[in-house]
């Protein structure tokens, strides 16, 4: 806890700081900030949010800044290692960590990791392990921000900057940052077209390259619509190649891909249908078929495997949104599809996925207002409340869907009802 005698000071500092910035007199930063010149500062030290806001925007700093520079950084961001102890030592435990899907627990390994590290190597290593505990937690904003203090080290060899990068772009893609990832990618394949990849750790960053780049196409499709087909394209070449990439893989790592070739299959059964080459009944009709080998999540193994059915089912409703007429087919689709997406975001924690599904069955439900003509809300309970929050908080884009969801919907609450 950041001592309060200590905040006051750090708080004080910023005022001087921002006085100093804008060549002001403490009374014209009083007025600015709106409050009186002799109390700017608190007398607990603890300034309200308001202040914040106003403070931040007088320095031109983000509200983040502001508050990181108060109560210091986030406590998973820290670590420290005792004499005697090593980055190895704390590497593979993150790792172990990571297959028992243990992230705030990964996250705290790899960041004494960083602090045992010995070299600028260890300390890249070590923010590659924390940025995949963010990414399984669903917090890709701190997996961005890792990703780009593991590529501010120097020296390191080329083949981990390159994997930094190829999460620094999926980190992105998940975001949103559609741009972004497509840039970061596209120099990374770039670099493999011109120079082989040779070493175990470049071939799969190669491979998770081409996935990313296929995918942000994908995501292309409805993004930038005058250029759907070209961003289809695009994404079934690239995914395509993706799956040979990682079919390709040492034996020891194909095991390892079978979830995520199976998510790039299914981004290719959307990209076929846009380019017309695949009926989208075809398509829904092949999704439905494989939801039959999971009906019981109970007895399927937490992983990227099940994920990836996840991803077939969001997939199956970007198919029937853009390409099945019928409103009724489009709807019994959308409600069979986004409810075992659900099930299986449940099961994983996947945070990616419920925005995705909270997103659909918004989409969904103004389309089914504009058939109906009937104005019936959406029905949520305390758990999607939870999850909605949760998801608004992860994704930037989303809290405008969010927002709307929790403001339209109706709330079903859970009465205990005594048997007469």
């Known amino acids: 806890m950041i001592d309060m005698s200590n905040k006051k000071k750090r708080l004080e500092r910023l005022v001087e700081l921002a006085q ?7 009374r014209e930063l009083a007025d600015a900030l709106g409050r009186d010149s002799t109390k700017l500062i608190p007398v607990s030290g603890n300034p309200k949010l308001d202040f914040i806001i106003e403070l931040a925007e007088v320095l031109d700093w983000s509200v983040g800044d502001v508050s990181e520079c108060l109560w210091g950084a986030p406590k998973a961001a820290s670590g420290s290692a005792k004499p005697g102890e090593s980055f190895k030592q704390f590497d593979s435990q993150a790792k172990a ?14 960041c004494k990791a960083r602090a045992a590290a010995s070299n600028a190597a260890e300390r890249a290593l070590a923010c590659n392990r924390e940025l995949g505990g ?18 501010a ?26 741009t972004e990832a497509r840039t970061i990618a596209s120099d990374l394949i770039g670099h493999f077209d011109r120079s082989a990849a040779t070493s175990e ?3 799969r960053t190669e491979a998770f390259a081409r996935y990313v780049l296929g995918s942000t196409h ?22 395509l190649a993706a799956v ?12 390892r891909s079978a979830g995520i070739i199976r998510t790039c ?13 695949l009926d989208p009944r075809q398509a829904t009709a092949a999704v439905i078929d494989s939801m039959s080998q999971i009906i019981d999540l109970d007895n399927q193994a937490a992983g990227d495997l099940l994920e990836s059915y996840g991803w077939w089912c969001i997939f199956g409703c970007n198919i029937a949104m853009r390409h099945i007429a019928d409103e009724r087919e489009l709807h019994r689709l959308l409600a069979l599809f986004t409810n075992k997406a659900d099930e299986i975001a449940d099961r994983l924690d996947n945070w990616a996925m419920r925005e995705r599904v909270f997103s659909i069955q918004f989409d969904g439900h103004r389309r089914f207002v504009g058939w109906t003509g009937r104005d019936t809300p959406l029905t949520i309970d305390s758990d999607d409340i939870r999850m909605i929050t949760g998801t608004m908080g992860r994704f930037p884009q989303f809290r405008e869907t969010g927002w709307s969801l929790l403001e339209s919907a109706s709330v079903i609450t859970e009465d205990i009802v005594a048997a007469s």
């Open 20 to 26: 100093v910035y804008r060549n002001w007199t403490r």
């Open 97 to 110: 960590a990571h297959a028992r899907g243990s992230f705030r627990e990964m996250i705290r390994l790899a």
């Open 134 to 151: 963010w990414d399984g937690l669903g917090r890709f904003t701190r997996s961005l921000d890792v990703a780009r203090e593991g590529l």
């Open 153 to 178: 080290e120097s020296p390191v060899p080329s083949d981990i900057r390159r994997m930094l990068q190829s999460n620094l772009a999926n980190a992105c893609y998940s975001l949103w940052h559609l």
């Open 201 to 203: 750790r470049d071939l």
């Open 218 to 239: 994908r995501r292309l499709m409805d993004a930038d619509p005058d250029g759907a087909n070209v961003h289809a394209a695009k994404a079934h070449g690239m995914l």
């Open 244 to 255: 040979e990439s990682f079919t390709q893989a040492d034996p020891s790592e194909r095991a």
């Open 265 to 277: 299959k299914g981004g290719i059964l959307e990209a076929e249908v846009m380019l017309g080459r």
